[in-house]
C-alpha cells in the first residue's frame, strides 16, 4: 500500500479490512507520508486527510492486529531541503510566494529523485 492510507478517511477500518483479508502469514508493505508539520499545498490538492509518525503508525497497525516486522522513515536526503521549504512557506518571509515555492520544492524532488534512480542498479 504505497501511498494510499493518508486518503482513506476512516484508516482504522481500511486497516482492519486489509489484516482480515490478507492470507495467514501474510504481508503488507507500506508507505506513508511523515509529520503533520510537514504539510502542504501538495497534500490539499492531493486529498490526504494526515500525515504519521512513527508511534502513531504502529499504534494504527497494532490497533488492526498486525505485527510489525520493520518499520522507519525513508526518503531522509530531502527532509532538511523540504522542511527549510515548509517551514519559510509557513512562517517565513511574507514576500515568498507559497506557489513558486511549492513548484521549486516538487522540481527539486524530481530531479534528485531522478538522480538517485538513474545511478541505482534498480531501474
Known sequence: MFDV???????????????QKLKPGG???????AYMWLSGQQDI???????????ELIWKLQAADFTIERITYFN????AP???????????VDH???RETSRTLATLQIRCCSRCFR????F
Do not use: W
Open 82 to 92: 523540504i522542511a527549510g521549504f515548509r517551514l519559510i512557506a509557513c512562517y517565513g
Open 27 to 33: 504481508r503488507i508493505v507500506l508507505s506513508v507520508p
Open 119 to 122: 545511478q541505482s542498479a534498480l
Open 45 to 55: 490538492v492531493n486529498h490526504h486527510y494526515r500525515r504519521y509518525r512513527l508511534r
Open 5 to 19: 492510507l493518508e486518503h482513506v478517511e476512516d484508516e482504522a477500518k481500511a486497516l482492519r479490512m486489509v489484516s
Open 96 to 98: 515568498i510566494d507559497r
Open 76 to 79: 531522509t536526503f530531502l527532509f
